[in-house]
């Protein structure tokens, strides 16, 4: 099935670093979504964006909607040790029966050894 | 209940064997969706429903494959003669409005090991 591009796979975090991953798509899609996975966990939604060019930001994690609808990005500032987990982006077209999301292949950031 | 219920939360079947995967959804959740999350992947949609219709089922990979919420509330995912293939994550999503422009909330699935 279809799956977003989404980079890094995987990233090693320190402390206190600032951390950024994006997320490409060949369609357009009219909601980009953040998700976070722990182990045995299902998603977790963190940043939900409506609009193209929307900056939204929760806490320390910023997410934009890239102008063409077909990109995003998230950035998580002065990590934190429980930011470790695995990061998904997702679009949606809602509306009528549809609604389905796809996401990306995720990015797993696990701590510096 | 305050979340999306999924059970059993482990399941090993054998080859060949027919299983059964259980969701119930937030109460009061119209839409709900199922979604297949193999080994280091994200997840993968596989169908949906809003009630008791099942609007969208174009994700399911076979027709060994079968989802039924014949009440508009709890569902069920049937995988019949099951092959290891189908060993993956399974996860439950509702959310409360039809095609709702919001994310969904995830059950924390179920992880069916066909050996």
């Known amino acids: 099935g279809q799956q977003l591009n989404q980079s890094p796979q995987s990233m090693f975090i320190q402390e206190g670093e600032d951390v950024s991953m994006n997320c490409t798509s060949s369609s357009i899609f009219n909601t980009w979504l953040w998700y976070k996975q722990d182990p045995g966990e299902g998603p977790v939604l963190l940043i939900a964006?409506?609009?193209?060019?929307e900056l939204t930001s929760n806490g320390r994690l910023t997410a934009q909607f890239g102008i063409t609808r077909k990109d995003s990005f998230l950035n998580i500032s002065a990590s934190i040790p429980s930011d470790v987990g695995i990061y998904f982006c997702a679009g949606q077209n809602y509306g009528g029966s549809q609604g389905n999301l796809i996401f990306g292949k995720g990015t797993k950031l696990s701590v510096k050894p | 209940g305050a979340g999306v219920s999924q059970s059993p939360r482990y399941k090993v079947a054998k080859r060949g064997q027919d299983v059964a995967l259980r969701c119930d959804p937030i109460s009061g959740h119209v839409s709900l969706f199922w979604y297949q999350q193999a080994l280091g992947q994200g997840p993968e949609f596989l169908t949906y429903?809003?009630?008791?219709?099942?609007?969208?089922k174009s994700g399911l990979p076979s027709d060994r494959f079968f989802a039924e919420r014949p009440e508009g509330s709890v569902s069920t995912l049937k995988i019949q003669r099951t092959q290891q293939e189908d060993s993956a994550v399974y996860l439950c999503?509702?959310?409360?409005?039809?095609?709702?422009?919001?994310?969904?909330?995830f059950g924390s699935g179920t992880r069916l090991t066909v050996v």
């Open positions: 429903f809003q009630n008791e219709a099942q609007l969208d």
């Open positions: 999503a509702s959310s409360y409005r039809q095609g709702a422009p919001y994310g969904y909330t």
């Open positions: 964006l409506y609009k193209a060019g």
